[in-house]
């Protein structure tokens, strides 16, 4: 009997130790940033991932980082889903490029939400108009809090491989745009007028100061973080033992924290701008 049980014991070892140096957790994304007028910042997400139970698991995101009041946040896991260079398909909750724009929906039974863009995924990336409709149901299922968003929207395709932390930060303005995301397509850019030049992405910590500098192809870009945010760990929905089998594997508890920012360039008018903060953790 002890032998059987020292025998399991060492093959579950061995399947560990491989998992945790063969298996890498994949997650692809499309990005929708836009900053409406009166300041309030909308980010979706929409992950394509191997870290689920089934292959290409869709996890769809959306932050409302609002001028008053607290963040809205929703999150819904289903799938398959395909994602490529027109978006995300094979799933209710879609991104698709149309000859008219991007447009993207999601919806539950706490938040329903649509948006276009009239932005361009090129890179350096061109920024566009957008509408959003975010509706938040009563206890009823209906009459409840609807808003609708307009303002200068960005989108970006990420692909990320194992753990990563570090920050990422995107600003908006008529006059211009920044993008500094290393896990990008494209990682960074500055946009000034109708010149865009593709730049070197700095490192900025998973936990900057409210108030930091950066130096940007020549530019010195200004950073002033709010003190609050939304932060959303990324498992949240799982089971302790099943984070805790996660960490053993090499795979730790990524989370995501969001901070309105107001981005200066050299001695121009601050930008509206988002701070997205990557980081993980062990399980708890």
Not at 160 to 183: E, F, Q
Not at 186 to 211: D, K
Request: proline share 7%; charged share 20%.
């Amino acid at each position: 009997m002890a032998r059987w049980v020292a025998g399991c014991l060492f093959v579950a070892g061995l399947i560990l130790l491989g998992a945790r140096f063969f298996v890498q957790p994949v997650r692809d994304a499309w990005l929708f940033i836009g900053m409406a007028r009166g300041g309030s910042v909308i980010v979706t997400r929409y992950d394509v991932s191997n870290t689920g139970l089934f292959a290409d698991q869709l996890t769809t995101r959306l932050v409302l980082l609002r001028d008053e009041g607290s963040a809205l946040a929703h999150r819904a896991i289903s799938g398959p889903a395909r994602i490529d260079e027109e978006g995300v398909h094979g799933a209710l909750d879609a991104v698709a490029l149309t000859p008219q724009g991007w447009t993207w929906s999601m919806g539950g039974d706490s938040l329903h939400a649509q948006g276009r863009a009239a932005a361009e995924a090129t890179c350096p990336p061109s920024p566009g108009a957008f509408t959003a409709l975010v509706d938040v149901p009563d206890e009823g299922g209906a009459g409840g809090e609807g808003r609708t968003l307009q303002g200068l929207a960005l989108l970006a395709r990420t692909h990320a491989v194992g753990n990563v932390s570090g920050g990422a930060l995107y600003a908006i303005d008529s006059a211009g745009a920044l993008g500094l995301d290393p896990l990008a397509e494209c990682p960074g850019f500055l946009r000034l007028g109708s010149v865009a030049t593709r730049v070197e992405t700095p490192w900025i910590p998973p936990n900057p100061e409210p108030t930091f500098s950066l130096t940007v192809a020549g530019h010195r870009v200004s950073v002033r973080a709010e003190r609050r945010g939304y932060t959303e760990a990324a498992l949240d929905h799982t089971l302790l033992p099943e984070r805790w089998l996660a960490w053993a594997v090499g795979f730790r508890t990524p989370s995501i924290t969001l901070k309105r920012v107001k981005v200066q360039v050299d001695d121009a008018p601050p930008w509206n701008g988002v701070l997205l903060l990557r980081d993980h953790a062990a399980p708890g």
